[in-house]
């Protein structure tokens, strides 16, 4: 099994910057691609970012220019999701994802941490 244990949350203005941290621990080796989502009682959960091993990277167009998905280095084993120009509208539980071919279902899930955005 994988453990993801999300950090970073907090409280910030609109126009400020976060990184997020997602460490994967466990069979890290199954991993093959770590992905950021998020989620507020109102909406459904959405995507938000994802990186894979060779670290190529992803995101919707909603999210291009304004998220970064990154590792520090190659086979590190904590991904980072770093956000700017925040605005109230990314209020939301950040979730980080693992998947790969060895993992089943809809992968391993951390249990999140709080992004909040005051205007």
């Known amino acids: 099994q994988v453990q993801l244990e999300e950090s970073g949350g907090d409280l910030v203005q609109t126009g400020g910057s976060l990184t997020l941290s997602c460490a994967a621990s466990?069979?890290?080796?199954?991993?093959?691609?770590i992905g950021w989502y998020r989620q507020t009682p109102e909406k459904q959960r959405e995507w938000v970012a994802t990186i894979g091993n060779s670290g190529t990277t992803y995101y919707p167009d909603s999210a291009k220019g304004r998220i970064t998905i990154f590792r520090n280095r190659p086979g590190e084993n904590t991904v980072y999701l770093t956000m700017t120009n925040l605005k109230p509208e990314d209020t939301a539980y950040y979730y980080c994802n693992a998947q790969g071919a060895n993992i089943p279902g809809d992968g391993y899930w951390g249990r999140g941490t709080q992004v909040t955005v005051s205007s």
């Open positions: 466990g069979a890290t080796w199954d991993i093959t691609t």
